[in-house]
């Protein structure tokens, strides 16, 4: 990055406990170290004009083969998976965060401007795998915020990151379901009520009420989910019930 201080939460909340503790190990580096001039320029007109400026190969080589050299005495044997932030790369979700999950390490390109010169890529992808990865379908000013989702996502999937090993199962993307509606104290606030069934102690009737809400909310709020979960899934009586009241048609 241009900007390490853009990835200063990576210190805070469970992120910064589980570097803290050795569950992660994360390291920033500033692109402009790689860079020569007494500018310390990272960036040049776009070949083929047009607008904005794009960023230039050389500081981005050197600060990747930096990353591979100083990563490759820690871990031999090992080589990170490259992941390059981009509006064009393919849609970072729950299955991608378990799948880079599993991965030994990871390395991240944040762009800027209109982004880095694709020869960093094809030069990278000779030595490591290489993949862009979009946060969604809209365009940010730079990779930080993508890297920080990612990054976020990713490790709390990590053993011991999130203390209730639990709440991971049953949140939303998991099982293509959202999660459904929480509540906490008081049992009434401003007119509200919590709903009875959550305060009855019978968890069967918890359970099946939470998966009602499940499906319900996935129905109205992300009709688009249903699919994939039907598909795994043969639908009871009353589930189909419950889709048909949400205004599902499939
Ligand atoms: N001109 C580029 C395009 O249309 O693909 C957009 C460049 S954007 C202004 C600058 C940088 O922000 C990108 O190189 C990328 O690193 C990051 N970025 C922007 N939108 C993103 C998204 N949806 N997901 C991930 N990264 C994104």
């Known amino acids: 990055t241009i900007f390490p201080e853009y990835l200063a939460p990576l210190e805070l909340s469970l992120i910064g406990k589980a570097r803290r503790s050795g569950l992660v190990e994360l390291a920033v580096h500033d692109l402009r170290d790689f860079t020569h001039d007494r500018h310390r320029t990272v960036d040049d007109a776009p070949a083929g004009g047009g607008a904005g ?18 990563g490759a ?3 031999p044997g090992v080589v990170p998976t490259l992941l390059v932030p981009s509006p064009s790369g393919r849609r970072f979700d729950q299955a991608m965060a378990h799948e880079l999950a ?19 890529l094809d030069d990278a992808a000779e030595r490591l795998p290489v993949r862009a990865v979009s946060l969604g379908d809209y365009v940010l000013n730079g990779g ?6 990612v990054i976020e996502a990713v490790v ?20 293509h379901l959202l999660e459904y509606p929480v ?3 008081p049992a009434s606030w401003r007119g509200r009520e919590v709903p009875e069934v959550l305060s009855s102690g019978h968890h069967a009737n ?10 319900r909310r996935t129905a109205r709020r992300r009709p688009d989910l249903i699919a994939a979960w039907l598909a795994e899934h043969e ?10 009241e949400e205004g599902w048609v499939g």
Do not use: K
């Not at 011991?160 to 991971?168: C, K, P, Q, W």
């Not at 639908?235 to 048909?244: N, Q, V």
């Open 206 to 215: 918890v359970a099946a009420w939470r998966h009602e809400q499940r499906l």
């Open 144 to 149: 930080e915020v993508a890297a920080l989702a």
């Open 102 to 120: 599993g991965l030994d390490w990871l390395a991240f390109a944040c762009g800027r401007y209109e982004g880095i010169d694709e020869r960093v």
């Open 53 to 70: 400026m794009v960023m230039r190969p050389e500081p981005w080589g050197e600060a990747i083969d930096h990353v591979l050299a100083a």
């Open 156 to 175: 709390r999937l990590l053993p011991g990151v999130v203390g209730n090993a639990e709440s991971l199962v049953e949140e939303s993307h998991e099982g």
């Open 73 to 75: 005495g820690e871990r």
């Open 235 to 244: 639908p009871t009586p009353r589930e189909r019930e419950l889709l048909a």
């Open 183 to 185: 509540y906490t104290r």
